[in-house]
């Protein structure tokens, strides 16, 4: 699962910048360590002049990454693909 949060307002959005774990590792109340990043969030307003392709390419920017670190964490290699 990956989870994709686009904040939207001018609200402090500092709760879902933390869910973002770009900077830190997650744990959880325990003390347990999240195994990987699943969360891209991106404020809108950072992005309300710029054409609506920032915006998607920022927003998806984390996608590939998190696909990559789930087949790796379940120990599945990546099919070999044959040209079509």
């Given at each position: 699962?990956?989870?994709?949060?686009?904040?939207?307002?001018?609200?402090?959005?500092?709760?879902?910048?933390?869910?973002?774990?770009?900077?830190?590792?997650?744990?959880?109340?325990?003390?347990?360590?999240?195994?990987?990043?699943?969360?891209?969030?991106?404020?809108?307003?950072?992005?309300?002049?710029?054409?609506?392709?920032?915006?998607?390419?920022?927003?998806?920017?984390?996608?590939?990454?998190?696909?990559?670190?789930?087949?790796?964490?379940?120990?599945?290699?990546?099919l070999s693909?044959?040209?079509?």
């Amino acid at each position: 699962m990956s989870i994709i949060i686009v904040g939207v307002g001018n609200a402090d959005f500092a709760a879902m910048e933390f869910l973002d774990g770009d900077n830190r590792v997650l744990r959880s109340y325990t003390g347990e360590e999240a195994m990987r990043d699943i969360v891209q969030f991106v404020p809108f307003r950072e992005f309300r002049s710029a054409p609506k392709e920032t915006l998607a390419k920022a927003v998806l920017a984390e996608l590939p990454q998190q696909v990559v670190q789930y087949f790796k964490h379940q120990n599945l290699p990546p099919l070999s693909s044959e040209p079509a």
